[in-house]
């Protein structure tokens, strides 16, 4: 029994191994994209099972700049083996790429199949790239983002407690298919600490958000000024170093802070931050805060103290003006003035003395009070100048007007003889002809000229010569 058992067993075994040995080469085609933009391309790959020995050809046609493959090949041992080729593909212009493949595969045994099969991969306009690179939302963990979120804010303040040394920004991207740097895990120090978050739309362009983040100092030196609340910067490499000072130090309490010192100024600086992070350069002496302004004019650099009174030309008053971009008090002629005058001390000699700036050019130089004092007194000349031709402009035409009035009278009265001569002229002709005298009427007469006057005359010479 167990004999015909183990008989039964061999055979199917063997049946099997043989079936095995026997089986014909298979094939199939895939394509890795069923639908591509134009422009873009497409893998096909055709796939050949139990074939010992093949010969392949692959084709791409329609939509497409061209692809194709052929290969005739046989495995290096005889043995059947599963084998793959791949061609790539184009498109070129909507519409429909078809790639075919024929040709034949032999299994070890001598079974040779026929290949033949294709696949339609369908080419469509290409999409626009998405611009949108904005966040949907930004956080920090175990702080609050000052302002609220925004995505079209850029930038954001969060404050942590002394002694963080990580945090953990997240941000969400509104769009998919973006891209963010920047989050995660990030390390921080006592001070501020600033991040860039970046969104990369899927076109390339590129949104920036800010963050700074505030580690909080342990035990901070806080300082009023102006009502205004600051804190003693103590660490040196939060610091610029003005050109003309030497790093330094300076004990303000029981703490020594990093500071700047220049010996022809005499003065010495530290650093104050504001309750927003900015940080300013202060001259600190005995206790005592004063900003400290430097402006450099082309070559030119000079710290602006507070004005001498005693310098100042009297006929200047004080405004307010924005210089580098601090704002500050000078002294101008007037409102409209293009020049002021400030107090400062040159920062490389140590010279203090009053300077005009050229508000328009952005220039300096030394104030010259004597030219000031001679334009000041040529203008005195010229007002009186002024004066003096104005007053005698004024006589001419006094004189000009009673002129003209007296003229007139005498003109008046020359007119009235005329017309008193011409009425005796008319009354004596009409004597003459026997004219009656009412009719006479001197406002009928016209005394255009004066030869109405000379023409009786040469009347009466004529009777006379008669």
Request: overall charge positive.
């Amino acid at each position: 029994m167990k004999k015909s058992k183990y008989f039964v067993v061999g055979a199917l075994a063997l049946s099997m191994g043989m079936l095995k040995a026997n089986a014909a080469p298979t094939h199939s085609i895939s394509v890795n994209r069923g639908t591509i933009e134009n422009g873009q391309s497409v893998n096909a790959t055709v796939t050949i099972k139990n074939a010992a020995a093949w010969n392949v050809h692959i084709n791409g046609t329609g939509n497409t700049n061209g692809c194709s493959l052929n290969e005739a090949d046989a495995t290096s041992s005889g043995k059947n083996a599963t084998k793959s080729f791949t061609v790539t593909c184009k498109a070129n212009s909507t519409g429909i790429i078809k790639i075919n493949y024929s040709g034949d595969a032999s299994s070890e045994d001598g079974t040779t199949t026929n290949l033949s099969g294709s696949k339609t991969v369908t080419v469509i306009a290409p999409v626009p790239k998405s611009s949108n690179n904005y966040l949907s939302s930004l956080g920090v963990e175990g702080g609050i983002l000052s302002p609220e979120f925004n995505k079209d804010t850029l930038e954001y303040t969060v404050t942590l407690e002394a002694g963080t040394e990580k945090v953990v920004i997240n941000a969400e991207k509104a769009d998919g298919k973006a891209s963010v740097s920047g989050t995660g895990e990030q390390a921080v120090q006592e001070g501020d600490n600033k991040f860039e978050i970046i969104v990369t739309a899927e076109n390339g362009s590129q949104r920036t958000y800010n963050l700074n983040v505030i580690v909080k100092e342990f035990a901070p030196i806080e300082v009023k000024i102006n009502g205004k609340t600051y804190t003693v910067v103590r660490k040196a490499q939060d610091l610029t170093k003005p050109e003309t000072f030497e790093e330094s130090t300076v004990t303000i309490g029981e703490e020594t802070v990093p500071a700047f010192y220049n010996e022809k100024l005499g003065k010495t600086l530290v650093g104050l931050k504001d309750e927003e992070g900015n940080i300013s350069l202060f001259v600190y002496k005995d206790g005592k805060y004063e900003k400290y302004y430097e402006f450099s004019f082309k070559g030119v650099t000079i710290n602006i103290e507070k004005m001498k009174v005693s310098l100042l030309p009297k006929e200047y008053k004080i405004y307010s003006e924005t210089i580098n971009g601090e704002k500050i008090a000078v002294y101008k002629y007037s409102k409209n003035s293009k020049f002021a005058l400030v107090y400062g001390v040159d920062v490389t000699t140590g010279k203090k003395d009053l300077y005009q700036i050229d508000l328009k050019n952005n220039t300096i130089q030394l104030f010259n009070k004597e030219s000031f004092d001679m334009v000041k007194e040529n203008n005195k000349t010229s007002l009186m100048i002024f004066a003096i031709c104005g007053g005698v402009m004024f006589l001419e035409f006094l004189i000009i007007l009673i002129s003209r009035r007296k003229n007139k009278k005498i003109l008046n009265r020359l007119k009235e003889d005329k017309i008193e001569k011409v009425k005796k002229v008319a009354i004596e002709e009409a004597k003459d002809e026997s004219i009656d005298r009412k009719d006479i009427k001197t406002e009928e007469i016209n005394l255009e000229n004066t030869d109405i006057i000379d023409e009786p005359k040469k009347k009466n010479k004529k009777k006379k010569s008669e």
